[in-house]
């Protein structure tokens, strides 16, 4: 059963290899691959090597691996990434507008701040808390 694998597997790549040379003697010069031959070759792999596949095909290494490199992290992202849901938010409920902080400091001599914040802050804490640490007793 493995030979048959083998052999269905070497079969696939002499197919694109006669693709290729199809495409090569009815192209014109200085035209570029065309996405579906490309789209063949990168199939070979994990088949093939890339070495194999571009030996074979006559194709630039750098290119096909680019190009399978591209192909696996595309189908990795879609197999981790679950399909996005909907789901509504409710801003309008009077928890979700009402934010509360709690800030609390002490220093080196045992002088504590503790610092209750509801709603919206328009002051800078960074600044309270650099003038709590800086006061000099």
């Known amino acids: 059963m ?14 694109v290899k006669s693709d290729f040379e199809n ?11 065309p996405p579906s031959l490309w789209e063949e070759a990168v199939g070979l792999y994990p088949e093939f090597t890339v070495s194999q596949i571009a030996t ?19 189908n990795s992202t879609k197999e981790s990434k679950p399909d996005p849901a909907f789901f509504e938010l409710d801003f309008s409920a009077p928890s979700a507008s009402i934010s509360e ?5 002490e220093d080196g001599s045992g002088s504590k701040m503790r610092m209750c914040f509801r709603g919206k802050t328009d002051f800078d ?12 007793s």
Do not use: H, P
């Not at 009815?26 to 691959?33: A, H, L, T, V």
């Not at 902080?101 to 400091?105: A, K, Q």
């Open 23 to 33: 495409w090569r003697a009815s192209k014109k010069k200085g035209s570029r691959i």
């Open 125 to 136: 804490l960074l600044e309270l808390g650099k003038s709590f640490w800086m006061r000099r």
């Open 101 to 105: 902080c709690v800030v609390e400091m």
């Open 56 to 74: 074979n095909l006559s194709l630039s290494y750098t290119d096909l691996k680019q190009r399978i490199e591209t192909k696996v992290v595309k």
């Open 2 to 15: 493995n030979q048959a694998k083998t052999l269905s597997t070497t079969s696939r790549l002499k197919n």
